[in-house]
Each structure stands twice: as structure tokens, then as C-alpha cells.
């Protein structure tokens, strides 16, 4: 079994800083790309921020120059730096990690539960 597990949400003024977190755990032989997706209410989850296992990143237009995502390969976790937060950041931000677990051929996708992220004007 694997789970991720995110923590680091909560309510910020606009202007604000928050630091995500998501550790990976169970039985896991490697992680690929691991990445933070959002998702505001009434839209669809999108893309914030991915990084490969080499430490390739990508980052959605909205958020370059304001968050940075890195990751711990020893500790399975990645992690999303969020800088001058704007109320448009308001969403639930999830984990995501393609990873391979022990008896398995192939690698599938994982997500966490969920951290919400609130920002006030």
C-alpha cells in the first residue's frame, strides 16, 4: 500500500507565504515525477508545479517567479515554497507522485487527500 500525506495548508492574507509538504510512504521501489495539482471550486484540478526525480521542474504560468516546488529523494517528499499568495491561489492542492511499488512492473500515478489553501484580500 502507498499513501501520500500533505500538510502545510491554511489561511493566509494576500501577500503571504506557505510551505506544502508530501511524504510518500509504503511500499515503494522508486518515485519518478512527483507534483502539486489544484483545484478551486466548480473547475477542474490543474497543474501548479511538477519536478523529476533528476530535479527537472515545470511550473503553470500563474505561478512561476512566485512558488517553487523541490523535493527530498531520501525522504520520498516534495515540497511547494508559496510566495506573494493572491486570492486566485484559493484552492484544495493536492500531491501527486508516479511511482513503481515493490511487485508491481510498471510505475501509476498516486495522489494525497487534499490540503486547502485559503488566501484573504
Do not use: H
Not at 502545510?8 to 502539486?36: D, F
Not at 489544484?38 to 512566485?66: F, H, M, W
Not at 492542492?93 to 490540503?115: E, H, K, M, S, V
Request: net charge positive; proline share 2%.
Amino acid at each position: 500500500q502507498v499513501q501520500l500525506v500533505e500538510s502545510g495548508g491554511g489561511l493566509v492574507q494576500a501577500g503571504g507565504s506557505l510551505r506544502l509538504s508530501c511524504v510518500a510512504s509504503g511500499s515503494i521501489v522508486s518515485i519518478n515525477a512527483m507534483g502539486w495539482y489544484c483545484q478551486a471550486p466548480g473547475k477542474q484540478r490543474e497543474l501548479v508545479a511538477a519536478i523529476t526525480n533528476g530535479g527537472s521542474t515545470n511550473y503553470a504560468d500563474s505561478v512561476k517567479g512566485r512558488f517553487t516546488i523541490s523535493r527530498d529523494n531520501a525522504k520520498n517528499t516534495v515540497y511547494l515554497q508559496m510566495n506573494s499568495l493572491k486570492p486566485d491561489d484559493t484552492a484544495v492542492y493536492y500531491c501527486n507522485a508516479n511511482l513503481l511499488r515493490l511487485g508491481f512492473l510498471i510505475p501509476y500515478d498516486y495522489w494525497g487527500q487534499g490540503t486547502q489553501v485559503t488566501v484573504s484580500s
